[in-house]
């Protein structure tokens, strides 16, 4: 059965002309990363966030940028070191492989990781809906302006969960900066760099004009449904197949091809039965 519906998918992506690629947390977990899957997943990266009982989106909040920014740049530091360390897995290859075999295609992600760049993805091509951690904005908003964050350095004393003195800094007028991520409980994010990439995905869509698209999806949970209702909304709206790769959450509408697969396991075999 697994197999037929690979062939499947394997069929819809190669007769497809443009391909759409949705991704959550799951995408990045071959390569290593943490999903953060449940309290208990979360914990298991952050013992410190298990002392003080505090649930991901206590700890993804701006809040501890004014608490805390010690704590604060201890989990997002920490986080941007794992991503600037982390190779994204081989799958992300084969599937820009077979991206760019196509007429166009797209990438509209929640991951604020940037592994799809750091795999030769072009970043004219990708929407970060949540933002990325390679970007940097003031905390307090002093400046609509948004920096990369390539020549900052973040030391941690992983131990007491503090990172060390210096702080990353707002350029403009000395406070703290924070990445340009939009956490929970956020009124500060600066969205203009994501309105852009939007502008981007928008371009994209208008171009597909009645050619066949293809949806993947990788990984995307439940808890925070963003990235598969969009995938399932754009299938509709283009008449496209979905292809739905989650080992867990792969149920969906009754036309989307389900595999439940990792993305790493799934790219590999869906490769192998496409027509080189
Ligand atoms: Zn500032």
Request: net charge negative; proline share 5%; with cysteine.
């Amino acid at each position: 059965m697994q197999q037929e519906d690979l062939q499947r998918a394997a069929k819809e992506i190669d007769d497809a002309d443009f391909i759409l690629i949705t991704a959550g947390a799951g995408m990045g977990v071959d390569s290593g990363l943490p999903d953060f899957r449940g309290k208990e997943g979360f914990w298991r990266a952050y013992p410190y966030a298990k002392k003080h009982n505090l649930a991901f989106e206590e700890l993804a909040n701006p809040i501890w940028f004014k608490k805390d920014p010690f704590v604060a740049w201890a989990f997002y530091g920490h986080r941007l070191n794992l991503y600037r360390e982390t190779t994204p897995h081989s799958g992300f290859f084969k599937l820009l492989n077979i991206a760019q075999s196509k007429k166009d295609y797209f990438v509209f992600t929640s991951n604020v990781d940037g592994q799809f760049q750091k795999a030769g993805f072009s970043d004219k091509k990708i929407d970060e809906i949540h933002g990325s951690i390679h970007y940097l904005q003031c905390v307090d908003c002093c400046t609509p302006n948004i920096w990369s964050a390539k020549n900052i350095e973040v030391d941690i004393d992983f131990e007491n969960f503090r990172a060390k003195e210096p702080l990353p800094t707002c350029k403009y007028c000395g406070e703290v900066a924070r990445p340009n991520i939009l956490m929970f409980g956020d009124f500060n994010w600066l969205s203009q760099r994501e309105e852009e990439q939007r502008a981007n995905l928008v371009k994209f869509l208008e171009s597909i004009n009645n050619k066949k698209l293809v949806v993947i999806e990788f990984g995307a949970g439940k808890a925070i449904p963003t990235i598969r209702i969009a995938s399932e909304d754009l299938a509709r709206e283009f008449s496209a197949t979905l292809i739905r790769i989650n080992p867990r959450d792969y149920d969906g509408p009754p036309d989307a091809i389900k595999l439940p697969l990792g993305a790493k396991d799934a790219i590999e075999k869906i490769y192998s039965y496409i027509e080189k």
